[in-house]
């Protein structure tokens, strides 16, 4: 479920101090506005170059033949140019510019507060080895994923990168200080960092034969260069960097209470976060408990007595337990999955039109095969185009079971996703999830919001349109599809409640797996998946809930201010035609509220 467009950063919010102004009081200077949006050019023009890998991710072409630098003197040189558009931006006064310009402006001012705060006290560069094993097989894969320039000088520009490998390894391991590295994020570099290799195998080497024999020579080179650093690194971060890996992977409540706004550009506190968390884990496993209760008894699978109005704990959970087992039971056949998965882009396409949910965008979306290094996570996944790479195509990837996998397996991953599971994938990924929602936020022609969108706001959105569907009665009013939707809700309050309860209040891995496979029903290989991601990241696994909180909350806003004049389409459109900023932008300016700080 997860959104992949890996250039985005998290949109933030800092100062708490609310400036009530009425729109339209103070006259907007046009001088001042002017300002401000040279001041945003210069910001979209000139912050790619401190990362040639996030550039090419993000759509911006011009560095694509060089790697990131990871020095002292890199950091001070980010740490400067952060500073010094912060004090462009302070300079100006907020109350003279208009409410685009005012929403631009906070966005722009918490992105660089946020990564200010990063390199100087979160100081992950010091400590997270698994950020530099994803930047090195990042550095190829955001070159040869899309199609943005011709194939052959992709290559060239793959080899430029491997030929300065080595001095990257070199400098991560001046860099890493192995007494805060804690194990597990070791132990996962190790596990990680020979990922470089498939992707050479895959997605490079077929296409060898397409480049002239001086340059594939060279390439041969590059490559070779390059593997030979990467077992070297193998061999410095087994015997090296694991023997004495002492940090804590929990980052403890002063920096999770920092990072959360940043992250996540909420304001929702982690108490807030947790106390809605856990307020709707009981209030949707009751409604679970209700639809379930009605689809056993109307079948005759259990006794009336076993599923009174009024259940036990146990009750509850039985015949919870009971009913998704009839979903799990309606599976696709080993082959049929891609088939399917077209079959329910199309329903679900469908039903937005006739329902009138959401105008929708005319744009191209490609259901492909999943690259074959890639299956066996998820059976699907939306690949959007980076923020600058305008008119390039969306991807809706589907994986076929790969065929070496025997039956156990097979039965085990589809018990996963199961057809009602993948119809819940496809609203979330593609319509009208991600892939609407994105569509739309690419005709927003303030270009700041789209480098800088806000990942709550895009994955809230999508969670959002899951419950949409189930409620608006998608497939039928079937019931079973209705509990599918919750379960998958589910698993978004639990990912919420253990990111916080893992980092700050010492959550072990029992209590993390009874909540994941007991209190939200998910399996136990999954379950055991999310308990290292959730030690290796701290606040992303929030973003989900946070993110559908609040969208609901704007909706509610939405339904009292509009009153009978409220439609969803009329929503649905309002909300999403902002771009894609922190929600309670979109708010201010889809409700003309005040904008807050
Ligand atoms: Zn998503």
């Known amino acids: 479920m997860q959104w992949r467009r890996i250039g985005w950063r998290a949109c933030l919010w800092g100062a708490v101090m609310v400036v009530a102004m009425e729109r339209g009081v103070m006259a907007q200077d046009a001088a001042m506005n002017a300002t401000f949006e040279d001041i945003a050019r210069r910001y979209i023009d000139q912050m790619p170059a401190l990362s040639p890998i996030n550039a090419t991710t993000l759509g911006d072409h011009r560095y694509d033949h060089r790697l990131d630098e990871v020095s002292e003197v890199a950091r001070q040189r980010d740490r400067a140019f952060h500073q010094k558009f912060l004090a462009e931006l302070q300079s100006l006064d907020r109350t003279k510019l208009g409410r685009d310009q005012q ?121 070779a260069t390059a593997l030979a650093a990467t077992e070297q690194h193998q061999v410095w971060l087994e015997k090296e960097l694991q023997p004495k890996a002492a940090g804590n ?12 706004p940043f992250s996540l550009g909420s304001k929702l506190s982690r108490q807030e976060v947790r106390d809605r968390a856990e307020f709707e884990l009981k209030r949707v496993r009751a409604e679970m408990y209700v639809i379930a209760r009605g689809v056993l ?40 999955i891609v088939d399917f998965a077209k079959k329910s882009l199309a329903m679900a396409t469908d039903f937005v039109k006739q329902r009138d949910l959401v105008t929708i965008p005319p744009d191209p979306i490609d259901i492909i095969l999943m690259p074959e290094f890639q299956r066996g996570v998820s059976i699907a996944y ?54 609407l929602q994105l569509a739309h936020s690419n005709r ?64 072990n ?49 939405a339904e009292k201010a509009w009153g009978s004049k409220f439609t969803l389409k009329r929503y649905h459109d309002g909300t999403l035609s902002f771009g894609s900023p922190p929600t309670r932008f979109a708010r201010a300016l889809l409700l003309d509220e005040s904008i807050s700080e």
């Open 297 to 336: 008894l109307k079948s005759g699978k259990v006794p009336a007595t076993d599923a009174p109005e009024k259940p036990t704990a146990e009750q509850q959970q039985k015949v919870i337990e009971a009913a998704l087992e009839l979903a799990y039971a309606e599976i696709p056949d080993r082959d049929g």
């Open 509 to 557: 891995r029992d209590a993390a797996m009874q909540l994941m496979v007991r209190d939200t029903f998910q399996e136990e290989r999954e379950a055991a998946l999310k308990w290292v991601r959730a030690q290796l990241t701290s606040t992303q696994l929030s973003t989900y809930f946070v993110g559908y909180q609040e969208h609901r909350d704007l909706r509610a806003a």
């Open 444 to 507: 927003s022609p303030r270009k700041l919001r789209a480098v800088l969108s806000s990942g709550t706001f895009i994955e809230g959105w999508a969670v959002y349109t899951e419950q949409l569907m189930a409620e608006e009665g998608f497939l039928d009013r079937d019931p079973l599809m209705r509990l599918i939707a919750f379960k998958w809700y589910l698993r978004g309050i639990a990912n919420s409640i253990l990111d916080q309860a893992i980092h700050v209040d010492g959550m």
């Open 249 to 260: 992977f929990r980052i403890g409540a002063k920096l999770f209470d920092e990072k959360l």
């Open 103 to 223: 929403v631009d402006l906070q966005i722009l001012r918490e992105q660089l507060r946020g990564d200010l705060w990063r390199l100087e006290v979160l100081q992950e560069w010091a400590w997270n080895p698994v950020v530099y094993t994803q930047m090195t097989g990042g550095a190829i894969y955001g070159l040869m994923a899309r199609e943005f320039a011709p194939l052959e000088k992709r290559l060239l520009h793959v080899a430029a990168r491997l030929e300065a490998m080595p001095r990257l390894y070199e400098q991560i391991r001046q860099t890493l200080d192995a007494k805060r590295v804690p194990p597990i994020h070791a132990e996962t570099a190790v596990k990680q960092n020979r990922g470089l290799a498939s992707i050479l195998e895959n997605l490079v080497k077929p296409h060898l034969s397409k480049l002239g024999e001086a340059d594939r020579t060279r390439l041969n080179q590059a490559m």
């Open 382 to 435: 939306c690949d959007s185009p980076g923020a600058l790479d305008v008119g390039q195509k969306t991807y809706y990837a589907v994986s076929p079971i790969p065929t070496e996998w025997s039956d156990k397996q097979v039965k085990s991953f589809l018990r996963e996703y199961n057809f009602r599971s993948i119809h819940d994938l496809t609203i979330h990924e593609a319509m009208p999830g991600h892939f």
